[in-house]
């Protein structure tokens, strides 16, 4: 059941989008779970979660969220980094190579990999600390979906099964 906290936010955010201070409302979702206690004629239009290659429940969330007539709203493709500085270590030791060619490579595998996820997500939020990346970000993203061999290499470096 519902407990007073969560009527007490459905009716803050249905008055919000009444007296017209916000124009839509969303929720923040880990595993989608909590999107199941949603009444029919709830106030939210979105739901926002991680969605990256150390995140293995998006596609659940996310088909839920859907079910609900939810837009999916994806986040965190690199984990704040500190995940991508540790593939570009197992790769470079791995694999050899140079470290700024590989961690370019890696940043565009884990973007393609948030982005054309299973789940068809509706809309990925990139945070970027520099211009510079937004060229070869676009150019991930015309890349398309990864291959079966880029996702499994992805999925090894990460410490997942492919």
Known sequence: GDSDQERAQRELARGWKAAGRVDRVGL????????????EGHPFD????PNNVTVTSSAGAFESARKRGLETIAVSPFVRGWTLDDMVSKATA???GDEAF?????????LR???YHPASID???VSMRRASWIRP???SVQAGPLSPDEKKRLLSLAGLKA
């Open 94 to 96: 791995r694999e050899g």
């Open 113 to 115: 990999f948030a982005l």
């Open 46 to 49: 979105f739901v926002v979660k």
């Open 28 to 39: 923040w979702t880990w595993d989608g779970k909590d999107l199941d206690r949603l009444a």
């Open 102 to 110: 590989t961690r370019a490579r890696l940043a565009g595998l884990m």
């Open 123 to 125: 809309r990925l939020v």
């Open 137 to 139: 970000n676009l150019d």
